[in-house]
């Protein structure tokens, strides 16, 4: 399989070369050159398949021209390794629960994929390859996660001292091993500006091999396809249709779905469900993509204004909006609704969602009122336990944190400070063995 850029001016791209590139050089994102159909037989038994099974099927759909079966088998085997409960709350309404990695988010799908991956493309490779990544919270941990001792590759985290919570601190700067985290005196963006001037300084990049693991990379994207087939396999609704409502920000969860929807899976309709950071369904509304600075909420995830991910969507869509809104339904929400969204979740089902799935599911809620008797899937993309100062008053009761988050409270921060110097991170880039 080769890939394209969503810019048009780069196609026929390797594999290895997408993903260790991330961006195409004409500042578009990779696509594959095809979607793949999988066969009615996959969709006849997919009720029986347990999730590496189905990712496997998945993957080799895309990967089998590049990648060794035994190699895709390990790289699924070691990566596809966190559970995605389908949680029925009614006949017609499901959560999957894609938040129990390492780090509490459905980020942890993608990352660790991309990073089995990434070790397996550069195997052979006698350069050791460094990844690069700033982070205002749960990016750094979550890429630090997935490349724990990841053979020939080491992870840098730059993060701003003082900026980020105890408990997003504490799962950056644990993880010791190949994962080092630099604590910055300074912003994000600074963090982001040392970054860029890293893979700009040509002394630097001629003796240390470095590369992002950010989230508009393929390798992200393609796996997080697999809990759509799994999270449909457990409706056991063999030939029926399901709605899937997608939390959505940067638009990469959502594209993912929609690639899952032309490789043959019986989605009926997907929902776009935002904040007020509506960009998207603005788009399905008028016709115009107009991007708009962020603005802040308490799904702060997905306070993005301006998408990277819309660019795959409209390869998706070529023929434009009209054909894009038969598939995808837009919906956006305020932080009182999505509040009322928690409250209504936990009084009916007696079900804890987090601000994030409260979206999707006040989005699935909309959509199912036009069509009651379609099941629906909302995506939960966060543990509760990440938000409890937003949760606990909201419900008016305490969240239970889960053992694998209260354990890294307690271990020895091993944080390297850093100043907001470029000469200073070049050092420890350069002396590093
Ligand atoms: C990143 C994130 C989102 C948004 O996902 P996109 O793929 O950027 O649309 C939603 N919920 C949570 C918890 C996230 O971390």
Request: charged share 20%; net charge negative; proline share 5%.
């Amino acid at each position: 399989m080769k890939y394209y850029s969503t810019n048009g001016k780069v196609k026929g791209v390797s594999l290895k070369e997408a993903v260790l590139q991330g961006l195409a050089p004409d500042g578009g994102l990779y696509m594959p050159e095809r979607i793949p159909v999988l066969g009615q037989d996959f969709y006849d038994k997919i009720h029986l398949m347990t999730f590496s099974e189905i990712a496997m099927k998945v993957a080799e759909s895309f990967f089998s021209d590049d990648i060794h079966k035994n190699s895709l088998e390990s790289i699924v085997q070691h990566s596809m390794i966190y559970d995605a409960p389908l949680i029925r709350l009614s006949d017609k309404l499901f959560s999957l629960e894609l938040f129990h990695g390492p780090t509490l988010s459905f980020k942890d799908f993608g990352v660790a994929f991309m990073a089995r991956l990434v070790a397996h493309l550069i195997k052979d490779d006698d350069q050791e390859l460094n990844i690069l990544a700033a982070t205002s919270g749960d990016t750094g941990s979550a890429v630090g996660h997935g490349f724990l001792n990841a053979p020939g590759i080491k992870v840098w985290i730059l993060y701003p001292k003082g900026q980020i919570s105890h408990i997003q601190e504490q799962q950056l700067t644990t993880m010791g091993h190949n994962v080092t985290a630099f604590e910055l005196e300074g912003s994000f963006d600074d963090c982001q500006a040392l970054v860029k001037q890293a893979f700009n300084d040509k002394e630097l990049t001629a003796q240390r091999r470095l590369s992002s693991a950010n989230s508009i990379n393929i390798a992200r994207l393609i796996p997080q396809t697999f809990y759509y087939f799994y999270g449909y396999g457990r409706l056991n609704a063999a030939g029926h249709h399901a709605i899937f409502s997608v939390p959505s920000g940067n638009f990469g969860n959502l594209t993912a779905g929609l690639i899952a929807k032309k490789m043959g899976l019986p989605i009926f309709k997907l929902v776009a469900a935002t904040n007020i950071n509506d960009t998207v369904p603005d788009y399905l509304k008028t016709g115009v993509f107009a991007p708009q600075p962020s603005k802040h909420t308490i799904s702060n995830a997905m306070d993005v204004g301006n998408p990277s991910n819309f660019a795959r969507m409209l390869a998706l869509y070529p023929e434009g909006v009209a054909a894009m809104r038969k598939d995808i339904e837009g919906y956006s929400f305020t932080d009182a609704q999505t509040e009322e969204g928690l409250r209504a979740l936990y009084r009916e089902y007696s079900y804890i969602a987090d601000p994030h799935g409260a979206v999707g599911s006040l989005g699935l809620h909309e959509e199912q009122k036009m069509y009651p008797h379609t099941p629906g899937i909302f995506l939960e993309t966060a543990h509760p336990a990440k938000f409890v100062d937003i949760i606990e008053p909201i419900l008016n009761r305490s969240i239970d944190i889960p053992d694998r988050l209260e354990s890294v409270l307690h271990k020895k921060k091993l944080a390297i400070p850093l100043k907001n110097d470029f000469a200073a991170l070049k050092h420890a880039l350069l002396k590093s063995v």
